[in-house]
């Protein structure tokens, strides 16, 4: 294959690339018709953080097959229209895990000591030992926005320095924060309003961007902020406002909303406020890691095996496929009803399958399950790393077979749980294309999985269906299908209702306070 690198990444991945017959061409620092050009008969692509993989550059690339990010971030590759043209995206999440925790427990002593500043000064010819001092972090509490890979590893540095860590990240077992002696929160007001230093080590999503601003920075007055995962996510000139205040004693950036950092941003204007030029992952270790590893999943590509830190596709024989195929969308989807039916921090994760389904290969089904699980979070997630994300996060994965499966042909049952509470929602195909949800617990229903759909749990009585119908219709929400179920007469009932748009937030509150409403989620699926 001939595989293009447009920004630059350690020697050790090209060599193993050119060792594996490749013809490897660098063309560094392209850009626009340039960047076109170059792509246009390569057949894998390899990048960092400064090329811009657009749907613009798919186009140009027909024989294109695989783009490797050097690096875990892939803000700057558009993952649908690869998905869309058929090329895979793989990024190497493992290889710069040590580094960038250690460049963030470097930068929380810095900002805690203010070590550049007073190397600053002293370099300018001033002692000024009685102006600088410093916080200890010893019997300090660390707060952890994001607990994978790396937020664990800074926790367990920290951790054994005397600090108290404190994590908020919904997609963590109560089991795994145990494990690093972690007490997990539910929001992130709460994580902030405990911590005296909190670290940063989420992806950059919708959800996430300005995730923490005045009033966040509010709760954690008196402390210090580090972030060496992702800009964007903290409101920067809310920051620099907040410790120019004195409201924080201080920060540590390594990473920026806009890279590199303007010359008129408002953090290089005090003095509390430490940066470094995204370093996180700059050790020579770090470097020959993230290579290496990019470059194996390239010769995977190009040798047709799986791809393990694919981002987008799964990798499945044709045979496995033919058989499978028809479930992997339909455990997704039960995987996404299950979780957000759910109300808890999850441990456990059952995948069971009923009839003939039972008798296949469904490593890749239970995956796809996972896929589907974890697809409401800020991960990146797909069929391919969703196990490995499960493993991270201290998520049971269980997986069970049962030849009999009640009237269906083949069932698939998703169970979420956090070891005491759970959710279960199964499903199957009607003629091997038609997926239907068939039991949400104990409830049978034959409810459509699409798009926008309202699950409601009420009692049993006369007029509750009429209630919610008519509640929909003054909110001028169309119901485009209907299915309902019931344990006993009398007793609980489960409905659901597919909807022609999102149910606003006042009129869930609206139903809920009916008593006879015990509890309605709204669920989004998609057009998927």
Known sequence: MKVLVTDPIADAGLTRLREAGHDVETAYEV?????????ADANA????????????????????????????????????????HGVIVANAPEGNVRAAAEHSVAMAF????????????????????????????????????????????VAKRLGSLGMDIVTFDPYISQERADQFGAELVDDLDDCLAKSDFITIHTPLTPETE????????AELEGGYVVNCARGGIIDEPALAEAVEDGVLKGAALDVFGEEPLPEDSPLLDVEDIILTPHL????????????????????AAANGQPVANALNAPSLDEATFKQV??????????????????????????????????????????????KGVFAPSDLQVNAVNAPQIAEDRGIDVTESKTRSSEDYQSLITVTVSDGEKSVSVCGTQFGGEEPRIVRIDDH?????????????????????????GSELGKADINIAGMFNGRETIGGEALS????????????????????????????ELGDE
Request: no cysteine.
């Open 280 to 299: 996180g992952a700059s050790t020579e270790a770090a470097q020959e890691n993230v290579a290496t590893s990019t470059a194996d999943q390239i010769i």
């Open 444 to 468: 049978r229903i034959e409810a459509v999985p699409h798009g926008h759909m309202l699950v409601v749990r009420n009692k049993d009585e006369p007029g509750t269906i009429g209630f919610i």
């Open 45 to 84: 692509l390899i990048v960092r953080s400064g090329t811009e993989v657009t749907e613009e550059v798919f186009e140009a690339a027909p024989d294109l097959i695989i783009v490797g990010r050097a690096g875990i971030g892939v803000d700057n590759i558009d993952i649908d229209a690869a998905t869309d």
């Open 496 to 523: 659901v209702y597919n909807l022609d748009e999102q149910p606003p937030n006042d009129l869930i509150e609206r139903l809920n306070a009916d008593d006879r409403i015990i509890e309605t989620t709204y669920v």
């Open 31 to 39: 850009e626009g018709d340039a960047l076109l050009d170059a792509v």
């Open 325 to 370: 195929g028809p479930y992997l969308d339909l455990a997704d989807t039960a995987g996404r009803i299950a979780v957000q039916l759910f109300d808890g921090h999850m441990s456990e994760v059952e995948v069971s399958y009923a009839g003939d389904i039972a008798e296949q290969d469904v490593e890749y089904v239970t995956a796809s399950a996972l």
């Open 110 to 153: 810095a900002t805690a000591r203010s070590i550049p500043q007073a190397h600053d000064r002293l370099k300018a010819g001033e002692w000024a030992k009685g102006e600088f001092l410093g916080t200890e972090v010893n019997n300090k509490t660390l707060g952890v926005v994001g607990f994978g890979r790396v937020g664990q590893q």
């Open 210 to 217: 300005n995730m923490i601003g005045e009033e966040e920075l």
